[in-house]
């Protein structure tokens, strides 16, 4: 450090999908789910209205191509049933049954378009950013990229690499689980790149097709609270060792913090039908000892002046309204209202998991802040781990 970050550009998923529309499907599908009755009260809570996915509600509930035969098929099944005494034309009812029933989707048809989604929404923030630096796909050494909803290998880092192009000696740093700490992540990976050469030019690609985690057969409370939470992002910025006429923030520390214990808290699960994002309660409460942590770091950080030090904002990926609450209330009294604005007006149109924070901070740029502001930026992750950096406004 220092490294310097010139505005991100932020690519929304351009289908728009209403709350209302979430409970609809929902209470059609489980009427019978415990939290039923408070399905309207769940969904007014979470303070979302409207969220962007990269594809359409339609797609992600619409069944599977295959029907309701067991996997063994039409033939194996019909053995099984005369071999149990039914008769030819009870077996072939029972056959004509199972093939009325749809199948849900399967792994590779949920993720196979999110996947073509991710890449062209992908090269299409890349492509903004390098247009926001003033640079040519040409002038980048690094590229580092995540994408942990739509799992692909070669991901993410190859697809930029030949639709851009880079140059064939760029160095390509994929960061498929990062998950909700890309952002932050990515930022102080590349201050350390740029450190080390600061004539380095790194590019930053994230593209979360969170909508994947959308799963219409589950009843649970946490995936009802999941599918109303997620919202499709594509987000780059490009990092430089050396400060240029576009840059707006340095960076000049970053933290790291993992909790032991808390690696079921938050994650993915692959199953049959496609991922599914499982939730514990706890993890906000565990989520808020990263914050706690968070303010021992910049408290010693700045020691020699306590009183009088101060963030002037705080890009804070928004998890929940839990953690964002938290946070204020463990801010120290002196510190000014509002410093929390920009994060909470990105989480009214979602959760965007590791592409919030290059969100946030990009609403912070349009908003006009005040060169010189001191900038704290912050984000937390499945695992459960966290990544903060502390800079100023250029």
């Not at 007014?44 to 594809?55: C, D, F, K, P, Q």
């Not at 190859?158 to 192009?165: T, V």
């Not at 992002?233 to 960076?251: D, F, K, N, P, Y």
């Not at 740029?365 to 992750?381: C, F, I, K, Q, T």
């Given at each position: 450090?220092?490294?310097?970050?010139?505005?991100?550009?932020?690519i929304?998923?351009?289908?728009?999908?209403?709350?209302?529309?979430?409970?609809?499907?929902?209470?059609?599908?489980?009427?019978?789910?415990?939290?039923?009755?408070?399905?309207?009260?769940i969904?007014?809570?979470?303070?979302?209205?409207?969220?962007?996915?990269?594809?359409?509600?339609?797609?992600?509930?619409?069944?599977?191509?295959?029907?309701?035969?067991?996997?063994a098929?039409?033939?194996?099944?019909?053995e099984?049933?005369?071999?149990?005494?039914?008769?030819?034309?009870?077996?072939?009812?029972?056959?004509?049954?199972?093939?009325?029933?749809?199948?849900?989707q399967?792994?590779?048809?949920?993720?196979?378009?999110?996947?073509?989604a991710?890449?062209?929404?992908?090269?299409r923030?890349?492509?903004?950013?390098?247009?926001?630096?003033?640079?040519?796909?040409?002038?980048?050494?690094?590229?580092?990229?995540?994408?942990?909803?739509t799992?692909?290998?070669?991901?993410?880092d190859?697809?930029?690499?030949?639709?851009?192009?880079?140059?064939?000696?760029?160095?390509?740093?994929?960061a498929?689980?990062?998950?909700?700490?890309?952002g932050?992540?990515?930022l102080?990976?590349?201050?350390?790149?740029?450190?080390?050469?600061?004539?380095?030019?790194?590019?930053?690609?994230?593209?979360?097709?969170?909508?994947?985690?959308y799963?219409?057969?589950?009843?649970?409370?946490e995936?009802?609270?999941?599918?109303?939470?997620?919202?499709?992002?594509?987000?780059?910025?490009?990092?430089?060792?050396?400060?240029?006429?576009?840059?707006?923030?340095?960076?000049?520390?970053?933290?790291?913090?993992?909790?032991?214990?808390?690696?079921?808290?938050?994650?993915?699960?692959?199953?049959?039908?496609?991922?599914?994002?499982?939730?514990?309660?706890?993890?906000?409460?565990?989520?808020q000892?990263?914050?706690?942590?968070?303010?021992?770091?910049?408290?010693?950080?700045?020691?020699?002046?306590?009183?009088a030090?101060?963030?002037?904002?705080?890009?804070?990926?928004?998890?929940?309204?839990?953690?964002?609450?938290?946070?204020?209330?463990?801010?120290?009294?002196?510190?000014?209202?509002?410093?929390?604005?920009?994060?909470?007006?990105?989480?009214?149109?979602?959760?965007?998991?590791?592409?919030a924070?290059?969100?946030?901070?990009?609403?912070?740029?349009?908003?006009?802040?005040?060169?010189?502001?001191?900038?704290?930026?912050?984000?937390?992750?499945?695992?459960?781990?966290?990544?903060?950096?502390?800079?100023?406004?250029?």
């Open positions: 450090m220092p490294a310097y970050l010139c505005p991100p550009a932020v929304h998923g351009e289908h728009s999908v209403k709350t209302s529309q979430i409970v609809s499907d929902v209470r059609g599908r489980h009427p019978n789910a415990a939290w039923a009755p408070r399905i309207d009260s969904a007014a809570s979470t303070g979302i209205e409207n969220r962007g996915w990269m594809l359409p509600l339609e797609t992600a509930v619409a069944p599977g191509k295959g029907n309701g035969l067991p996997t098929g039409r033939g194996a099944t019909r099984a049933l005369a071999g149990e005494g039914f008769a030819e034309q009870d077996v072939d009812r029972v056959i004509a049954a199972l093939e009325s029933i749809p199948a849900p399967t792994v590779q048809e949920r993720t196979a378009p999110a996947w073509e991710v890449q062209s929404y992908g090269e923030a890349a492509r903004g950013a390098l247009q926001i630096a003033g640079l040519d796909a040409s002038d980048v050494d690094c590229l580092i990229t995540s994408h942990s909803t799992p692909a290998l070669p991901g993410l190859i697809a930029l690499a030949n639709k851009l192009p880079l140059r064939s000696d760029v160095m390509l740093l994929p498929t689980q990062w998950a909700c700490i890309a932050t992540r990515s102080a990976l590349a201050a350390d790149l740029v450190a080390a050469d600061p004539d380095r030019v790194v590019l930053v690609v994230i593209a979360e097709a969170l909508s994947t985690t799963q219409p057969a589950d009843d649970t409370l995936s009802l609270i999941v599918r109303l939470l997620f919202a499709d992002t594509a987000v780059a910025a490009v990092v430089t060792g050396r400060r240029r006429a576009e840059s707006v923030l340095r960076l000049d520390a970053a933290w790291n913090h993992t909790l032991p214990g808390t690696q079921d808290l938050h994650r993915l699960e692959t199953q049959a039908d496609g991922t599914h994002f499982v939730m514990d309660r706890r993890g906000p409460r565990a989520v000892e990263t914050v706690t942590a968070m303010w021992e770091w910049l408290h010693a950080r700045y020691q020699d002046d306590p009183d030090w101060h963030p002037d904002v705080l890009l804070a990926h928004p998890g929940g309204t839990r953690v964002l609450e938290y946070m204020e209330q463990t801010m120290p009294d002196s510190w000014p209202s509002g410093l929390l604005d920009h994060s909470r007006d990105s989480y009214t149109s979602g959760n965007r998991g590791g592409a924070v290059f969100d946030i901070l990009r609403r912070a740029h349009d908003a006009g802040l005040e060169p010189g502001s001191r900038a704290v930026l912050y984000a937390a992750a499945p695992g459960l781990t966290a990544t903060a950096l502390e800079g100023e406004w250029l």
